[in-house]
């Protein structure tokens, strides 16, 4: 597409020198000077009727058919304000650059161009060029300087890519943003993003122990935006940080007994961001497995990621869920499932924990809807949409409420009455 500028008529005129860039301009008006330095398409001059007199004394008299006058209100009032929002944003087509110069207008017309910068970008696909000031207050031996203040625009993408990380766990617009200057930050932003994203709390860990360390690194690369951007850091270092696992903990190694409460409490803290931020298909993933590692952690055994070890623990929590329930034994004969059908593990649970069959029928509850969404809506007998959103936070805070009393009551030992 092409570039527009977008500019404001004052109604005093006055013949002022400009300095952009090391040369001097003179214009009557801002506008006039921008003719001379700036390559364009298209100029929007945003004239009230105060102002019609010195678009017809400056600009209108060169007969440049680029020059575009539009009638703006004066702005006295919100009504008035929205007109000019709208008139704004009705003259930029999509994906245009834009340049705009706030030189003449009114005070609000900055605060307004920022709000307009930041709505075209994300509405329109536009690009910023330049957002130019001619600050004749500034004068220095009659002579004004030129400022270009778009680089405060782009705070605004910073804080919006920030905030869509924070909120969402997706770095994808922050990482974009970071690539031109520090490469290494953007993919650590990435990697945390992945892993976050695809439930992978192990790697999510190790990510996010480098992502404090690249980021301060990529904030020396910010001369002048450095202390703006540190702040950014710094929450994103704050959200990011409960969901490290302590060191010696990995998926790797055997977790012991002792470290099991650790595991457990980030483990808790990324099932809740998880919840809290909407993504309640990763929060019943990990709630599933974190069921499992609770358990095994209040039983006193080791949390042992191995496949034969974690397949024992599992069959042993849905055998304790079985009991009393008809299945086909190896001889193929229909019975009851009974305490003497579990396997080890299944009896120690099932025989140190006067709720083990609750805390297995939970278990069951959310693989059941943790297998409905991964499903995809592709098998039929599935509870309804309307009723799974209604079932999720139920069984959520049940296991909540699992955490919180498992960390305050330890499992009793004798037998389930």
């Known amino acids: ?182 490469k290494n930050a953007a993919d650590a932003l990435r990697k945390v993003s992945q892993a976050a994203l695809l439930a992978q709390p192990f790697s999510l860990s190790n990510e996010a122990q480098k992502l404090q360390k690249e980021l301060t690194r990529a904030a020396n690369s910010f001369p002048h935006t450095s202390q703006p951007f540190t702040l950014l850091t710094d929450n994103i270092v704050r959200t990011f940080t409960p969901f490290i696992l302590p060191e010696g903990i990995s998926k790797e190694i055997p977790v012991p007994s002792e470290s099991g409460k650790e595991l457990l409490s980030r483990e808790w803290n990324l099932i809740e961001w998880y919840y809290q931020h909407g993504h309640w298909m990763q929060a019943l993933t990990l709630a599933r497995e974190f069921i499992i590692d609770l358990i095994v952690w209040k039983t006193g055994d080791t949390i042992d990621l191995k496949p034969e070890k974690r397949s024992a623990v599992e069959r042993g929590i849905t055998g304790v869920f079985r009991i009393g329930k008809e299945f086909r034994d190896e001889n193929g004969e229909v019975r009851l499932f009974t305490e003497n059908d579990l396997n080890i593990f299944g009896a120690k649970f099932y025989n140190t924990h006067p709720q083990a069959m609750e805390i297995a029928t939970l278990f069951d509850t959310v693989s059941s809807l943790r297998n409905q969404l991964n499903h995809a809506e592709h098998k039929k007998d599935t509870h309804k949409f309307s009723k799974l959103v209604q079932k999720i936070p139920q069984e959520f805070e049940k296991v909540r409420k699992l955490y919180e009393e498992s960390l305050i009551i330890p499992f009793e030992t004798g037998n389930t009455p």
């Not at 390559?39 to 929007?44: G, Q």
């Not at 019609?52 to 020059?67: A, W, Y």
């Not at 009114?106 to 910023?128: E, N, T």
């Not at 203040?149 to 770095?171: E, P, R, V």
Request: net charge negative; aromatic share 10%.
């Open 1 to 182: 597409m092409g570039h527009t500028v977008i500019t404001f008529l004052g109604i005093t005129p006055k013949e002022t020198d400009y300095c952009y860039q090391g040369k001097i301009y003179t214009g009557r008006v801002f506008a006039e000077a921008l003719l001379q330095f700036l390559e364009f398409d298209r100029m929007v001059v945003l004239t009230t009727e105060e102002a019609e007199s010195v678009f017809l004394q400056t600009l209108s008299e060169r007969n440049d058919p680029r020059i575009q006058k539009i009638s703006i209100p004066t702005g006295k009032d919100e009504k008035e304000i929205w007109g000019i929002f709208e008139k704004v944003i009705q003259a930029i087509p999509e994906d245009e650059t834009v340049t705009f110069d706030i030189t003449h207008g009114l005070r609000s017309i900055p605060f307004l161009v920022f709000l307009f910068a930041a709505y075209l970008k994300s509405a329109k696909g536009v690009s910023i060029r330049s957002i130019f000031y001619g600050a004749l207050e500034l004068k220095e031996n009659k002579i004004a300087p030129v400022l270009d203040l778009s680089s405060f625009a782009d705070m605004l993408d910073w804080i919006n890519a920030a905030d869509q990380f924070i909120q969402t766990g997706n770095a994808i617009g922050l990482a974009n943003l970071l690539e031109k200057r520090e």
